[in-house]
């Protein structure tokens, strides 16, 4: 309601303005339309940029999105795919010191974005370690040697 009323009051300038002969109301009146007009004409060649920044970024997009899609790393799905499979593909494009375990499986490409995995590499990849003892670890019930007895450690969060 109120900025209607606000709204309003640009027209009354001008029509007391050359009702009343008042100058200082023809001028409020001509300077309020004049701001208006180039606030539209900044809005509209804005506008006009931003379309065509779209427009001409779009094949690039198309291509990164296309590239960088972790469902790659998921041939059949999330959930029919196995994990670890899932994870060495994630990570192959994460790390750039992790081995992958499957060599012939799809590899996020480096370039991508890194939040994909959110975790931190354990110290022994760091390292360039071999973390297959991590999974006999698990396998026989311990942990495994860079988690530390109580599952917290250096892996992953």
């Not at 300077?31 to 001409?56: D, E, Q, R």
């Not at 026989?140 to 250096?154: Q, T």
Request: charged residues 15%.
């Amino acid at each position: 309601c109120w900025s209607i009323a606000v709204g309003l009051l640009v027209p009354l300038c001008g029509y007391l303005g050359v009702k009343q002969n008042s100058a200082g109301l023809m001028g409020c009146f001509s300077w309020c339309n004049a701001l208006h007009c180039c606030c539209g004409l900044f809005s509209m060649v804005t506008m006009a940029a931003v379309i065509f920044c779209t427009v001409a970024a779009s094949p690039g997009i198309f291509e990164f999105l296309e590239r960088c899609d972790p469902i790659q790393c998921a041939p059949q799905g999330f959930n029919a795919t196995a994990s670890n499979r899932v994870v060495d593909c994630l990570a192959a494009g994460t790390w750039e010191v992790y081995t992958p375990k499957f060599p012939n499986g799809p590899r996020l490409p480096s370039e991508c974005p890194k939040f994909f995995l959110d975790c931190e590499l354990p110290e022994a990849v760091r390292a360039g370690q071999d973390l297959q003892r991590t999974s006999q670890a698990r396998a026989a019930g311990r942990a495994p040697y860079w988690e530390g007895a109580n599952g917290g450690g250096l892996g992953p969060r």
